[in-house]
């Protein structure tokens, strides 16, 4: 039999969609370091369960050759099962096996109680007494400020109207807009359609529709010239403070406001550090922020935060603490720098911060927000980070640490595994001995629809800074990317030399379990190549749940839901034919998509040949839908 055969898809579908809902709350350690595409635990689990009962073994090597963050790798350690675990790049690996290294929650948290007890003079730079109450701002929004090319008078670049509601409250009856002649915000009902600035008196529409397929376009309200907005971000990007979020210190109630001339709200001072200004590199991510104005990593930030930031890791540096708990102390610190304040995104309609690499992009919001990074309040402060850590090593001490943490690099010695093995590198070489692993599970780069590197490369510029980062190989990275000259030819190479190593390193009659979804054709194309020359066998399919329906950048969207699940042993000569169909529910449109290009698949894999769209096409005609989501060329 197929591992999927042992599991139970459709009970499985029922739970992912209920801990996908609030994933750290299930797995609490997914809130320790920021990575793309992590598939949901308890998918891991079934799997490895599945693997249990198929073969009859209580325990084996699993080995994830592109362990990203870690879900194989954490289910494989609740199980007691030793766990090989390899990624390209330092951020994730790191952060793994800082996740897998045991620390005492309570050395932990008197150790981070004293770390914030060293910034609090940092942290009091954003106080301030307001009628005889002790306030507290943890958010400050910001708007875009520019020069009209045409009249030369100022523009702020509020590319929608509202810039947030006045509270967090369900039933909010208010909000407040922005002004694109003065940069003033009114406070308005929520659903006008129009407003007049409460400082310059300019009446602006609030429901102009945007087409943000096209080129974005702003007309300037002075001289009422159109310009493309690229044309109008500077290369030295200028901010004017428009709102506040505090929260009082006696009943911590919060408020959203104006800016007044109390706050201290302007960041007009610039670090002196000159580590910090690490230039930002081209791409297809970063480009983006380059174009908008930024050339440095440090000009992401507010002075405020960069100070904190790098106070914290000197704290951290310094504190008397065991080695393991600094560990975990430095991987919350180096986590917070996602919370740029240039950069991230104010959620209007649920007034919060979004992470600067929220929905897997960075944001090029001309409305931005610095987040108070000492404030007990907030998405992604200190504070908070210590409070989910300790909740991690908890949750992990429970489960069970394995009975080794080792982190080594992709050049060093074959070896054996005992507990877990983190590696950093490129899986072209791994570090297992031949046929040492029962089980590959593991979920491939998902072709050019994640730039991982380029997105890791903030992270990257902080550890640099603390001095832990070894130099990253982005062109070994299994992704197209056109910046670096990485074509699809390229990601299939990379991908057929990684699964071939593994090919090495499987058991003789091990499996391979990947999981993949793409909408764009020549990336199951590569995927099925690169799987024939490793040498493998397509034996069974599945489709299960993934994603959540109602994650911002899935919402209203023809996005996959699902994973196609791909089960494969090494191929042998005379091997038996397998009679393949789909595991799990295939109602759905996307769910027989899934279908009809896993089983074209299988057939170009095991036959070694086939055009690949003919037959995904000759499966959708038979299983008589119209719907097309894989596209030749498209995304």
Not at 7 to 28: C, E, F, K, Y
Not at 176 to 182: I, L
Not at 417 to 440: D, F, K, M, P, Y
Request: hydrophobic share 40%; with cysteine; net charge positive.
């Amino acid at each position: 039999m197929a591992v999927i055969d042992h599991v139970d898809w459709g009970g499985l579908d029922l739970l992912v969609a209920h801990q996908q809902r609030n994933r750290s709350a299930h797995s609490p350690v997914i809130s320790l370091f920021r990575w793309w595409a992590r598939r949901p635990h308890c998918f891991a689990g079934a799997l490895l369960d599945a693997a249990r009962i198929e073969f009859r073994r209580q325990s084996f090597l699993v080995a994830d050759p592109f362990s990203g963050g870690g879900t194989v790798a954490f289910e494989a350690t609740r199980r007691g099962l030793p766990i090989y675990a390899q990624d390209l790049y330092s951020w994730p690996s790191a952060g793994l096996a800082t996740a897998l290294t045991a620390a005492d929650p309570d050395d932990f948290k008197n150790a981070a109680r004293k770390v914030l007890d060293a910034l609090k003079p940092l942290r009091e730079e954003y106080w301030r007494a307001k009628d005889a109450e002790l306030w507290e701002t943890t958010h400050i929004i910001r708007v875009r400020q520019t020069a009209c090319p045409s009249c030369s008078m100022g523009i702020y670049l509020f590319r929608d109207a509202l810039v947030s509601l006045g509270s967090r409250a369900g039933d909010e009856p208010s909000a407040f807009f922005g002004c694109v002649s003065c940069g003033a915000v009114t406070k308005r009902a929520k659903s006008v359609k129009s407003f007049s600035c409460r400082a310059c008196g300019l009446r602006t529409r609030t429901d102009t529709p945007r087409d943000d397929r096209a080129a974005p376009r702003f007309s300037c309200p002075h001289c009422t010239e159109e310009h493309l907005l690229s044309a109008l971000l500077l290369p030295s990007p200028q901010w004017h403070p428009v709102l506040v979020r505090g929260q009082n210190f006696s009943n911590g109630k919060s408020l959203i406001r104006a800016v007044d001339k109390w706050d201290a709200a302007v960041d007009d001072v610039v670090t002196t550090d000159a580590s910090l200004r690490t230039e930002i590199p081209n791409g297809l991510e970063t480009g983006g922020l380059k174009r908008n104005g930024f050339s440095f990593w440090s000009e992401l930030y507010t002075r405020r935060q960069l100070n904190i930031i790098t106070a914290a890791l000197r704290e951290v540096a310094l504190i008397d603490a065991p080695e393991e708990v600094r560990l975990h102390l430095r991987l919350a610190v180096l986590g917070s720098a996602e919370m740029a304040g240039y950069v991230c995104r104010w959620e209007r309609y649920h007034p919060k911060a979004l992470e600067a690499i929220a929905n897997h992009r960075f944001s090029r919001s001309t409305v931005t927000v610095e987040t108070n990074l000492l404030s007990t309040s907030g998405r992604g402060t200190l504070p908070r980070r210590f409070e989910a850590a300790e909740k991690a090593l908890l949750w992990m001490r429970s489960e069970g640490y394995p009975t080794r943490t080792s982190h080594a690099k992709a050049g060093s010695r074959r070896r054996s595994v005992s507990g877990a093995l983190v590696v950093t590198g490129s899986s072209e070489r791994q570090l297992l001995c031949n046929g040492a692993a029962q089980l590959i599970f593991t979920d491939p780069p998902y072709h050019d629809d994640l730039q991982y590197g380029e997105l890791a490369r903030l992270f990257h510029a902080w550890m640099a800074h603390a001095g832990e980062c070894q130099e990253s190989a982005e062109s070994d990275e299994a992704v197209p990317n056109s910046v670096r000259g990485a074509t699809t030819e390229h990601y299939e190479d990379k991908v057929a030399a990684c699964l071939t190593e593994s090919r090495r390193t499987l058991a003789s009659n091990g499996r391979l379990v990947l999981t993949f979804h793409n909408k764009n054709m020549k990336a199951w194309n590569a995927l099925s190549r690169a799987l024939f020359r490793a040498g493998f066998d397509v034996v069974g399919l599945a489709a299960v749940a993934a994603e959540n329906a109602s994650d911002h950048s899935k919402r209203g969207k023809e996005s996959f839901l699902c994973d196609l699940v791909i089960e494969c042993s090494p191929k042998r000569k005379r091997e038996r034919g397998w009679d393949l169909e789909v595991q799990g529910a295939t109602d759905t449109a996307e769910r027989k998509n899934l279908e009809a290009i896993g089983l074209a698949l299988a057939e170009c894999v095991n036959r070694g040949d086939g055009d690949i769209g003919a037959l995904f096409a000759a499966h959708l005609r038979r299983l008589r839908t119209s719907q097309v989501l894989i596209r030749r060329g498209g995304k």
